[in-house]
């Protein structure tokens, strides 16, 4: 666990499927926490299974501020 339970998370993670003819459909998993020895604990809400590619991004300041926008629309690609 997080050495900082409490803590607001430090990353997004995203599975990100390739549709043939069209853009990339990200769809966020989870969150991760960096501890304090710099090391990131990752809390996933599945695993995918087909496939696809995993990203861990940091989440910037401006997107913690976000109240109640779904990211997915901001990430698709």
Known sequence: MSDRPHAAPTHA???I?????KKAFWT???VGFTNRDGSV?????LVP???GMIQVRAI???DRERDGRDRDDDFRR
């Not at 604990?41 to 809400?45: A, C, E, F, I, Q």
């Open 60 to 62: 910037e300041p401006r």
């Open 41 to 45: 604990t990752l809390k996933l809400n």
């Open 28 to 30: 966020e998993i989870g």
């Open 49 to 51: 299974l087909d496939g």
């Open 13 to 15: 993670i995203w599975h």
């Open 17 to 21: 499927r390739d549709r043939e003819g």
